[in-house]
């Protein structure tokens, strides 16, 4: 599935809890973008770049899943 995301660095307080390492990556998915909720385990392809999810927070408008928050580490 082709969707658009926003691929962002953690700054450097993101990495106090021991859960994010150096190269992790912050990538948010509008959820009407996907047929499915993202699982960890599951590949996002970004520029070429291969990252396994981590992670996955959803965020909601009331009950419907407005964006998918993945930590993906390559």
Known sequence: T?????VSDYKGFDFAGGLIIEGDRSIKIAASSLATEPLPGDT???????????????????????????????
Do not use: F, P, W
């Not at 082709?2 to 926003?6: H, I, N, Q, R």
């Not at 990252?51 to 927070?57: I, L, M, N, P, R």
């Open 44 to 74: 996002v392809t970004v520029d070429e770049n291969i990252y396994t999810v981590q992670a996955v927070k959803t965020v909601l408008a009331g009950e419907l899943a407005v964006i998918y928050e993945l930590r993906g580490r390559k």
């Open 2 to 6: 082709s969707c658009k995301a926003l």
